[in-house]
């Protein structure tokens, strides 16, 4: 385990057994400054090196190469941010003051937490002054040992004192080495605190880790900012440092940007298919990412760069072209193509090479094709292949059902509740699948001849209408079954449905009105509701 030993001023980090490592950095510090040029460095410390490890004495070896020296620089500062600068820096200011205060004749000097530090050795002598190096006793009997080696001749001069703030205080054990509190003295203390202000709690570090993982666009500001909403005082240099280095520039995932863009994008590719008679022909299929819906598809033997920007200009009008097209890195899409594409102000998102699945949504139509229709049919023809491909898209769009969309088609399908009557089945593609629809057995209300075809059908889009929920707004349930259709003769597409009134009833009354398609039988067959008002009537008649 560590042992902290704080003193008023900094933090020495011990290791059992060891020496302090704060100290043998600090030696590393000085033995790279003390490696550049003798004109571009701020001072020079021969011992330095001699207290490091291997892997940082090759590190120091390798500085003295101008090349290497500025890499190393480099990956040190990003590291450990101003801790080989601000190393660098106390050194020289301590070595004046050491200079300075023997120049004025001061008595004694103590060292607190003196590390690998040979200022006595190394710096010009001072016979009169008494120094006091003050460290740990694992650090100080690692540094004797190596100046045994360095120094034969220990100056008489220097006084090693061992001391553990967790035994004894710096006072009593300053005055057992034979200091004198009442002469003059300079305190020196080189040391770099490890940790300063409050102590950051671990949820607090995995919060700034997630949000920035979570959003590579977010800088410290922004994390700050929102710390601050949750009410967290924390610096933004906090969160600077808190944050996880990022090795590359923060860019949005594939997925993320297919997703983001999802409204605007659409994506195109070919597909071969071949022929009872041998013959290859090709099909281009326009897909829009949004629900799944196949734009535009055309078939032909011979494509070119020039037919394929003609089917972009027949699937889009300039009004409603989209912002993005993802294409593969065919050679089809040639000049021709990308001229008449950037003339529709469509801006082109190429996938990378051999990387169908930054394609999937088409691909997976692709093969869907594939396995539920073409490996089925033999084609012979491209009117035979025209005329398979738009019966199976008719399905696809209507009747195919999609994980993506939540289990609805990409033209919305209609939810039929058990009380519209039995299910039938319909066939579609020829009789390759089938659409299952429950077709309405509902008794007709007692009413007119001439309105019970529309009473039916009011009936039927009823059901479709309470069996739907996300298309159902604040409408109220209707009460009675026995309702008069009144079609107003200027308006065939429209109908007003009012309940019928006795003798007794007020003149306050809810009016309910239905806007049904021109043709009801296809709004029954294809499952298509109105829309269906309720508004309370006043005395005055309510305007569909």
Same mark, same amino acid.
């Given at each position: 385990?560590?042992?902290?030993?704080?003193?008023?001023?900094?933090?020495?980090?011990?290791?059992?057994?060891?020496?302090?490592?704060? +100290?043998?950095?600090?030696?590393? &510090?000085?033995?790279?400054?003390?490696? %550049?040029?003798?004109?571009?460095?701020?001072?020079? @410390?021969?011992?330095?090196?001699?207290?490091?490890?291997?892997?940082?004495?090759?590190?120091?070896?390798?500085?003295?190469?101008?090349?290497?020296?500025?890499?190393?620089?480099? &990956?040190?500062?990003?590291?450990?941010?101003?801790?080989?600068?601000?190393?660098?820096?106390?050194?020289?200011?301590?070595?004046?003051?050491?200079?300075?205060?023997?120049?004025?004749?001061?008595?004694?000097?103590?060292?607190?937490?003196?590390?690998?530090?040979?200022?006595?050795?190394?710096?010009?002598?001072?016979?009169?002054?008494?120094?006091?190096?003050?460290?740990?006793?694992?650090?100080?009997?690692?540094?004797?040992?190596? #100046?045994?080696?360095? $120094?034969?001749?220990?100056?008489?001069?220097?006084?090693?004192?061992?001391?553990?703030?967790?035994?004894?205080?710096?006072?009593?054990?300053?005055?057992?080495?034979?200091? @004198?509190?009442?002469?003059?003295?300079?305190?020196? =203390?080189?040391?770099?605190?490890?940790?300063?202000?409050?102590?950051?709690?671990?949820? #607090?570090?995995?919060?700034?880790? !997630?949000?920035?993982?979570?959003?590579?666009?977010?800088?410290? /500001?922004?994390?700050?900012?929102?710390? =601050?909403?949750?009410?967290?005082?924390?610096?933004?240099?906090?969160?600077?440092?808190?944050?996880?280095?990022?090795?590359?520039?923060?860019?949005?995932?594939?997925?993320?940007?297919?997703?983001?863009?999802?409204?605007?994008?659409?994506?195109?590719?070919?597909?071969? $298919?071949?022929?009872?008679?041998?013959?290859?022909?090709?099909?281009?299929?326009? #897909?829009?990412? %949004?629900?799944?819906?196949?734009?535009?598809?055309?078939?032909?033997?011979? /494509?070119?760069?020039?037919?394929?920007? !003609?089917? =972009?200009?027949?699937?889009?009008?300039?009004?409603?072209?989209?912002?993005?097209?993802?294409?593969?890195?065919?050679?089809?899409?040639?000049?021709?193509?990308?001229?008449?594409?950037?003339?529709?102000?469509?801006?082109?998102?190429?996938?990378? /090479?051999?990387?169908?699945?930054?394609?999937?949504? $088409?691909?997976?139509?692709?093969?869907?094709?594939?396995?539920?229709?073409?490996?089925?049919?033999?084609?012979?023809?491209?009117?035979?292949?025209?005329?398979?491909?738009?019966?199976?898209?008719?399905?696809?769009?209507?009747?195919?059902?999609?994980?993506?969309?939540?289990?609805?088609?990409?033209?919305?399908?209609?939810?039929?509740?058990?009380?519209?009557?039995?299910?039938?089945?319909?066939?579609?593609?020829?009789?390759?699948?089938?659409? &299952?629809?429950?077709?309405?057995?509902?008794?007709?209300?007692?009413?007119? +001849?001439?309105?019970?075809?529309?009473?039916?059908?009011?009936?039927?889009?009823?059901?479709?209408? !309470?069996?739907?929920?996300?298309?159902?707004?604040?409408?109220?349930?209707?009460?009675?079954?026995?309702?008069?259709?009144?079609?107003?003769?200027?308006?065939?597409?429209?109908?007003?449905?009012?309940? /019928?009134?006795?003798?007794?009833?007020?003149?306050?009354? =809810?009016?309910?009105?239905?806007?049904?398609?021109?043709?009801?039988?296809?709004?029954?067959?294809?499952?298509?509701?109105?829309?269906?008002?309720?508004?309370?009537?006043?005395?005055?008649?309510?305007?569909?």
């Amino acid at each position: 385990m560590k042992s902290l030993n704080r003193t008023g001023i900094g933090l020495i980090v011990v290791m059992p057994g060891q020496a302090s490592r704060t +100290a043998e950095f600090m030696a590393f &510090y000085r033995a790279l400054e003390s490696a %550049r040029p003798t004109s571009k460095r701020l001072f020079c @410390d021969p011992f330095a090196r001699h207290f490091l490890r291997p892997p940082l004495l090759n590190v120091v070896s390798l500085s003295r190469v101008p090349l290497l020296s500025t890499i190393l620089y480099w &990956y040190a500062d990003r590291r450990a941010p101003g801790a080989r600068t601000s190393a660098i820096a106390r050194t020289r200011l301590i070595d004046e003051a050491w200079c300075q205060a023997l120049r004025d004749g001061i008595p004694q000097i103590v060292i607190l937490g003196s590390g690998f530090d040979c200022r006595p050795y190394r710096l010009p002598e001072a016979p009169s002054a008494v120094i006091f190096e003050v460290d740990h006793p694992r650090t100080l009997a690692s540094k004797l040992a190596r #100046l045994r080696q360095l $120094v034969p001749v220990k100056p008489e001069n220097v006084r090693f004192v061992n001391i553990d703030f967790n035994r004894k205080g710096l006072a009593e054990t300053l005055a057992d080495a034979g200091f @004198d509190a009442s002469r003059p003295a300079l305190f020196i =203390m080189d040391l770099q605190a490890k940790q300063s202000g409050r102590p950051m709690s671990r949820e #607090l570090r995995d919060l700034v880790h !997630q949000m920035a993982e979570a959003n590579p666009l977010w800088g410290a /500001p922004r994390i700050h900012g929102e710390l =601050m909403k949750l009410g967290i005082e924390i610096s933004e240099r906090t969160v600077s440092r808190l944050m996880p280095r990022r090795r590359k520039p923060p860019s949005q995932t594939w997925r993320t940007f297919l997703e983001n863009h999802a409204n605007e994008l659409i994506s195109i590719d070919f597909f071969t $298919v071949p022929t009872a008679t041998f013959r290859v022909l090709f099909v281009l299929v326009v #897909l829009a990412h %949004r629900r799944r819906h196949v734009i535009h598809f055309n078939v032909t033997e011979h /494509p070119s760069a020039l037919w394929t920007g !003609q089917q =972009m200009v027949e699937a889009f009008a300039e009004a409603t072209a989209p912002r993005y097209l993802l294409r593969d890195r065919d050679q089809i899409y040639g000049r021709e193509f990308r001229e008449r594409i950037q003339s529709m102000n469509i801006k082109e998102v190429l996938s990378a /090479p051999a990387s169908p699945w930054q394609r999937a949504y $088409v691909e997976r139509l692709i093969g869907s094709i594939r396995r539920e229709c073409l490996d089925h049919v033999v084609i012979l023809g491209e009117r035979h292949l025209r005329a398979i491909l738009k019966s199976y898209l008719d399905y696809y769009h209507r009747s195919r059902t999609h994980v993506a969309l939540v289990k609805d088609t990409p033209e919305p399908r209609l939810v039929q509740p058990p009380e519209l009557g039995g299910v039938v089945e319909l066939p579609e593609v020829g009789g390759l699948h089938h659409r &299952y629809e429950r077709r309405a057995r509902i008794a007709t209300p007692s009413c007119s +001849a001439d309105h019970s075809p529309y009473i039916s059908q009011l009936l039927f889009l009823k059901k479709i209408w !309470q069996a739907n929920p996300p298309i159902r707004r604040s409408v109220e349930k209707i009460t009675s079954a026995d309702f008069i259709l009144e079609i107003e003769p200027e308006r065939t597409s429209s109908g007003r449905i009012s309940p /019928p009134r006795s003798s007794g009833e007020p003149q306050a009354a =809810m009016t309910w009105c239905v806007f049904l398609p021109r043709d009801l039988s296809r709004a029954k067959a294809t499952g298509l509701a109105g829309i269906l008002v309720a508004a309370e009537v006043v005395n005055q008649e309510f305007d569909g």
